[in-house]
Nanobody, 126 residues
């Protein structure tokens, strides 16, 4: 079973920036699309962004508004999500997942996807 590991979250002030990382131990992400999702307590997990296996095609949810950038370094087996202009509404646990369903601004996990990691907490507060 694939186990993805997210990192890079933290407490930041509004307007700040973070770079989140997603990697997998003992498993190559290089041949997989990867998506980022986020979840706040009491709400469903929302798709944020996804990138194809070679990093040539990206998708972003409508609420991103050019503040998020997804990228990948297959040599490092890592997918990144850079977030700038952080807002309190960005506070959530951020997760990554392999092979999401990406159609325009709609990003969803594969049906029945269950290999979620622990996520990384992003808290935006002054």
């Amino acid at each position: 079973q694939v186990q993805l590991v997210e990192s890079g979250g933290g407490l930041v002030q509004p307007g700040g920036s973070l770079r989140l990382s997603c990697t997998a131990s003992g498993y190559s992400l290089a041949s997989h699309a990867v998506g980022w999702f986020r979840q706040t307590p009491g709400y469903e997990r929302d798709g944020v962004s996804c990138i194809d296996d070679r990093g040539r095609r990206t998708h972003y949810a409508g609420f991103v508004r050019d503040r998020f950038t997804i990228s990948r370094d297959n040599a490092k087996n890592t997918v990144y999500l850079e977030i700038s202009g952080l807002e309190p509404e960005d506070t959530a646990v951020y997760y990554c997942a392999t092979d999401p369903v990406c159609m325009g601004s709609r990003i969803s996990p594969q049906p029945g996807y269950h290999s979620w990691g622990q996520g990384t907490q992003v808290t935006v507060s002054s």
